[in-house]
């Protein structure tokens, strides 16, 4: 995605700039981050700007209840801040396993990990996502924060691997109180993105989250159980949750076919009766935000 920055339209202290003629605020101070949802209200936009692309701004953000994005623009990194319209979300109660998912992760011996394979996700994401935000120094800041948390934020990787400890599906994404958001991820293999969403899903129930936020209105997210929420409605949601504190999540590789079998109903079938809920927005995302699996 290439963006220009070419003037700045007005002073103050929030300066406004035009973006691929999309305007949006660009913002430096932590403590002006409160108001944008009054900014983008008043312009019907979902962005934000930053010029600081670090872990402490990226943090204030994620405890707010925003999603960080990169992009790059003259060759600088910049800080997209995203404030959907509207945003999914799984309630664990709602989530879809099909019986061709469950299928799967047992016959073909796949497991879950959290934190071993960081750097190999970040090159899986890469090679699928041509137009990727995940831009060098925006995953300096994320591995950062994945080291040493602020704001109770902190960065996960979350792969699913063969026996033979080959990588085929992964995300990264952070947690912050009960909440777990997912930034972007891959697959290599057919149906192994949907395996690995599935695993995390029921590891983030067992540890006691109280909901997945799946970022972007996607029609997939819609067949895993998720449904949207208005700005609002889902900042209070978030916020609500971020105070709260459930078990870490574990470090052990799990087995996928025992994450997926804990608890789940059968729902063979149920894909095909699953309408396509997903309204597509010309111009509300932005390319690699998400990835089908």
């Known amino acids: 995605m290439e963006i220009n920055i070419p003037h700045r339209l007005a002073t103050d202290r929030f300066r406004f700039y035009s973006i691929a003629v999309v305007p949006l605020f660009l913002l430096d101070q932590e403590e002006l981050l409160s108001r944008i949802p009054r ?51 799984l309630d664990f109660g709602n989530l879809h396993v099909s019986r061709s998912t469950r299928r799967r992760g ?22 699928q996502h041509r137009e990727n935000w995940l831009l060098p120094a925006f995953q300096e800041a994320l591995l950062a924060l994945h080291r040493v948390p602020l704001r109770g934020v902190s960065v996960h990787g979350v792969a699913l691997r063969t026996g033979e400890g080959q990588v085929v599906a992964g995300e990264v994404g952070y947690r912050c109180g009960a909440v777990y958001t997912s930034l972007s991820g891959f697959h290599s293999r057919d149906g192994a993105g949907s395996v690995q969403m599935g695993s995390l899903a029921r590891l983030l129930e067992r540890q006691g989250f109280c909901f997945w936020d799946l970022g972007m209105e996607v029609d997939y997210k819609y067949r895993l159980g998720g449904h949207p929420l208005g700005r609002q409605e889902f900042l209070r949601r978030y916020r609500a949750a971020a105070r709260q504190m459930p078990a870490p999540l574990p470090r052990a590789t799990e087995a996928a076919r025992l994450l997926l079998e804990r608890g789940a109903p059968d729902l063979s079938g149920e894909d095909g009766r699953i309408r396509s809920r997903a309204k597509a927005q010309e111009g509300s995302g932005v390319p690699g935000e998400d990835r089908a699996g």
């Open 39 to 89: 900014l983008l209200a008043s312009e019907g936009g979902e962005f934000c700007l930053s010029s600081r692309m670090d872990p402490e701004m990226i943090a204030a953000c994620c405890s707010r209840g925003y999603l960080p994005m990169a992009v790059s623009s003259g060759g600088k990194s910049l800080l997209l801040i995203k404030c959907h319209h509207r945003r999914m979300v």
């Open 106 to 127: 047992r016959r073909e011996d796949l497991f879950l990990s959290v934190d071993q394979d960081i750097p190999d996700i970040f090159r899986g994401i890469a090679r």
